[in-house]
DNA sequence: CCGGAACGCC
């Protein structure tokens, strides 16, 4: 905006003629100050006129100070109930001063005014005194629709606003545009729409819907509550647009999926009607288009923001670096940054979320910028740390926390839980979990994921019971403790299906993330059947629940369910994941089907979106050496990234045992004694290997080296579940149980019965998982 | 002269 000139003729004219100054005459402060203190005895130029001049330049201190500078010379006459609404006005709700002007309002018995009682009352709910406030309205000669309208907009909340507003239908106070507006942006929750609509209806009773602060109201109010459609009819039909009401318009469409176009296309309409975007519409607009996550668009908007001035505007970029953040383009984060002239908190805590490579060190130039850390800050810090596995900082960061109170901050403790969690200090976060005052179901999810993930499933369960009574578990409560019991095979089925029974109860079984968890529990806990039965009972199946299923079938050697499934998935749009693929190598690795296994792995790395993983690889070693493709299994091994994995050497030694590759299985051990010395299998397959092929010596020295190294066999462990709440557990040699005779003497009976079996159908029928022959005699 | 509206990032 180009300042206007001073009139200066005007100005002269009127001082010379005795002729108040019109406010628009008054370009500037430093003018409207000069002329008005060379007027004698400030006669020719109205005080009032000159303090709001003053307050509309947001310098209310002088039209205070020139306030003051009259009551100190004495010029009482020059002041009327208008400087004193005006000087109220301009307190800013500032509370000293409102009481120092309203003792002044008493004495001079400007009081009575209801003006000056309205600007006293504004004054006072500014400071939140409501008390002073409520207590001048009550006592009113008179009170207007103005008076009202303060007491609306001075409501503590949206409750004690529509009591009031009750009151004055009661009382036959008709609302005008200003009640309206106000009343409306007390509506814009779900609780209050109801209200607005009945409100709307009476908008249109009065005749008031052309208004343009009631337009703009009701605008928000429909957009808030996704209907786009009567938003936009009431933007089309209104008379008048001006910034706000464009802002409302554009931003009502980041409330909806879908709309960046539609957003974009008003921002260029706005622009062909010759209205240079705020950052409202700006902000609204990139916003639509993260929520989209259309790079492109945002793209743009960043362009036409820089165009038009807009291109350092501290909520514009922030939000322009939240796009480029979203979708990963880290390097347009760092330059947005770079080039910010006020960069505030949001601005370094993007930054900071952004890059997590830098974060520590953007954190405390942020310090050095005199910008300090809110809450969300110190969750970006800490995501960051937790995904570099730093485990000092982490601590530090903690400390820093607690010093600085954030640690009380429910979500900043659970970002710490989940952190120790990550570091497996599990003591860490239980205690973290113990000091915080306010738990909500969130940090009660953190601990329990966070002992899932440490395999304390026990500890996960327990927590879980504890607090079913109390609390009411969400999704993501179902979906660690579910991941509990899956991976834990001395907790009963029936702990699961006690789950299941609450998830039935609370409604939650269509939830993706819980019927995806339920499915891959009873998968992985071998009930494929009751698997597949949640599988088919789902009806927005997740890339989760495809890969859980698809994985439930490969677990089970069912090749062709797990390959119809996961075309059946492709088919439905649902991306595979890397775990996806996994599930289906293993199903081919299960079947034999290494000519299809070879192809989706290759697939895997035409796709460049995936990287194949150190388990990818090892379950190809593991297919290839199984079909006895031995030295195509070595040289894919060879070709992995990184060292090999302990799994994939120990898949290719069991494969070497299996097709009796002395030479391969020697090579093998050694790279598998480099990275894991104490491993008793490796030395356990070698020798049982050595032994099958006749050389003995070489066993009795594996065994004299285990020795001599201290390397112990672990002893097996397993459990049966009989359906009760417990479990039965057994290890070799273990004679505890109350009925271990029979035990004993069924096994020896089923051990028979196989070996029966295994004769009818030849020696090499079936190998279970590791290269381990099927045994006929069982360790109970 | 006193009372009113949009947006939002982490």
């Known amino acids: 905006m180009i300042a206007r000139r001073p009139n200066i003729k005007v100005i002269v004219s009127a001082v010379a003629y005795h002729r108040p100054i019109s406010i628009k005459d008054l370009p500037s402060n430093k003018h409207a100050h000069q002329v008005f203190d060379q007027s004698p005895r400030y006669k020719f130029l109205s005080i009032n006129r000159c303090m709001l001049k003053h307050i509309h330049n947001n310098w209310p201190g002088r039209a205070i100070n020139v306030f003051k500078q009259q009551l100190q010379l004495g010029f009482s006459e020059n002041i009327d109930e208008v400087t004193i609404a005006i000087a109220l006005k301009a307190c800013n709700g500032e509370l000293g001063l409102g009481l120092q002007l309203h003792g002044f309002a008493i004495t001079s018995g400007y009081v009575s005014f209801t003006t000056v009682s309205n600007a006293l009352m504004s004054v006072y709910f500014k400071a939140g005194d409501f008390g002073r406030a409520l207590y001048i309205f009550e006592n009113l000669n008179c009170p207007d629709i103005v008076s009202c309208n303060t007491v609306l907009s001075g409501s503590k909340n949206s409750e004690s606003a529509f009591f009031f507003a009750l009151e004055m239908n009661v009382k036959g106070i008709q609302f005008d545009a200003v009640s309206f507006t106000k009343l409306l942006s007390y509506c814009l929750d779900l609780e209050g729409f109801l209200f607005g609509l009945q409100l709307h209806c009476l908008i249109l009773k009065y005749g008031l819907d052309c208004e343009v602060f009631v337009a703009n109201s009701l605008i928000t109010l429909y957009s808030r509550q996704g ?389 990818h690889y090892s379950c190809m070693v593991d297919m290839l050496g199984r079909a006895g493709k031995l030295d195509e299994a070595e040289e894919l091994l060879g070709r992995s990234p990184g060292s090999p994995s302990l799994s994939a050497l120990q898949s290719l030694l069991g494969a070497c045992r299996m097709h009796g590759n002395v030479e391969m299985a020697e090579r093998v051990v050694n790279a598998l004694m480099e990275i894991k010395p104490m491993e008793s299998g490796s030395y356990v397959l070698m020798s049982n290997l050595y032994a099958e092929n006749g050389h003995w010596e070489k066993v009795a020295k594996i065994r004299k080296g285990m020795r001599e190294s201290g390397v112990v066999k672990e002893i097996g462990f397993s459990w049966v579940d009989d359906g009760s709440l417990s479990l039965h557990g057994f290890s070799s040699g273990d004679m505890s149980h109350p009925q271990s005779e029979e035990i004993f003497c069924t096994a020896h009976c089923l051990g028979l019965e196989i070996q029966l079996l295994r004769e009818e159908e030849g020696k090499d029928g079936c190998h279970s998982q590791g290269g381990k022959r099927a045994c006929p005699s069982i360790n109970v």
Not at 256 to 275: H, K, P, R, W, Y
Not at 282 to 290: E, I
Not at 404 to 421: D, E, R, W
Not at 486 to 501: D, T, V
Request: with cysteine; net charge negative.
């Open 227 to 615: 209907l786009l459609i009567h938003a936009r009819k009431i933007f089309d039909e209104m008379p008048i647009h001006d910034l706000v009401s464009w802002g409302a318009m554009i931003s009502g469409y980041t409330h909806e999926g879908n709309c960046a176009t539609d957003s974009i296309q008003l921002l260029v309409e706005m622009l062909s009607v010759g209205f240079r975007p705020d950052h409202v519409s700006l902000t609204g607009a990139v916003s639509a288009c993260s929520q989209d996550g259309n790079l492109e668009l945002g793209r743009q908007i960043h362009g036409l923001s820089m165009k038009i001035g807009q291109g350092k505007h501290t909520s514009v970029c922030n939000i322009l670096m939240s796009i480029y953040s979203k979708m990963e383009e880290i390097a347009d984060v760092r330059l947005i940054f770079k080039h910010m002239n006020d960069r505030n908190v949001i601005s370094w805590t993007t930054m900071i979320s952004a890059d997590k490579g830098e974060s520590i060190s953007l954190f405390n130039e942020m310090r050095w910028d005199g910008i300090y850390p809110n809450d969300v800050t110190f969750i970006g810090l800490l995501h960051s740390i937790t995904s570099r596995n730093l485990i000092l900082e982490g601590r530090a960061v903690h400390g820093h926390c607690v010093r600085t109170g954030f640690s009380s901050k429910l979500n900043v403790s659970n970002c710490l839980i989940t952190m120790y969690s990550k570091f497996n200090e599990m003591e860490n976060a239980s205690s973290i979990f113990e000091e915080t005052t306010s738990r909500e179901i969130v940090s009660w999810n953190a601990l329990i994921s966070g002992y899932a993930q440490n395999g304390m499933h026990q500890e996960a369960l327990d927590v879980y019971f504890s607090i079913m009574e109390f609390y009411q578990p969400n999704p993501y409560t179902f979906g660690s403790v579910l991941s509990a019991i899956g991976a834990a095979e001395n907790i009963s089925l029936r702990q699961g299906q006690r789950c299941h029974s609450h998830i039935i109860r609370l409604g939650l079984d269509s939830d993706p993330i819980v019927s995806g968890s339920l499915l891959d529990m009873y998968a992985k806990r071998g009930s494929i059947l009751e698997s597949l039965r949640v599988f088919s009972q789902t009806s927005l199946k997740s890339q989760f629940a495809w890969t859980a299923i698809i994985s439930a079938c490969a677990r089970h050697g069912d090749y062709e369910s797990a390959m119809a499934l996961f075309n059946e998935m492709e088919k439905e749009g649902v991306k595979p994941d890397s775990i996806t693929y996994l599930a289906v190598l293993t199903a081919c690795g299960r079947k034999g089907m290494v000519d299809a296994g070879r192809e989706i792995f290759n697939s895997i790395i035409r796709d460049c979106s995936i990287e194949p993983s150190p388990e």
